[in-house]
């Protein structure tokens, strides 16, 4: 089993930036690739951004890229999303998600193993 915990959510102004971690810890595996997903008030979960072990591919939703970066530090069993130029409709519950492989499914919820219990991200206009 994998925990994953998420922190750094708040309340920001729009244009204003929030950095995400989420620590995993539990079960070791020599890779795994991580998923940030969100959800808003009565809409599906969404893919926001995704990284391989390495950290070598990366992969943004078209709604975030040029704003968000996805990174990790796997000394720290940590992924980052560092998240600028924040728009009110950023406004989610953002997860993130454990994968033991970045394969096609990277876009899907189903694609994950493990998931954090969320932290809300509150962007006022």
């Known amino acids: 089993q994998v925990q994953l915990v998420e922190s750094g959510g708040g309340l920001v102004q729009a244009g204003g930036s929030l950095r995400l971690s989420c620590a995993a810890s539990?079960?070791?595996?020599?890779?795994?690739?991580m998923g940030w997903f969100r959800q808003a008030p009565g809409k599906e979960r969404d893919f926001v951004a995704a990284?391989?072990?390495?950290?070598?591919?990366?992969y943004y939703a078209d709604s975030v890229k040029g704003r968000f970066a996805i990174s990790r530090d796997n000394a720290k069993n940590t992924v980052y999303l560092q998240m600028n130029s924040l728009k009110p409709e950023d406004t989610a519950v953002y997860y993130c998600?454990?994968?033991?492989?970045?394969?096609?499914?990277?876009?899907?919820?189903?694609?994950?193993?493990?998931w954090g219990q969320g932290t809300q991200v509150t962007v006022s206009s």
């Open positions: 539990g079960r070791t595996y020599s890779s795994y690739a």
């Open positions: 990284i391989s072990w390495s950290g070598g591919s990366t």
């Open positions: 998600a454990f994968a033991r492989v970045l394969g096609s499914t990277f876009k899907y919820a189903y694609g994950y193993d493990y």
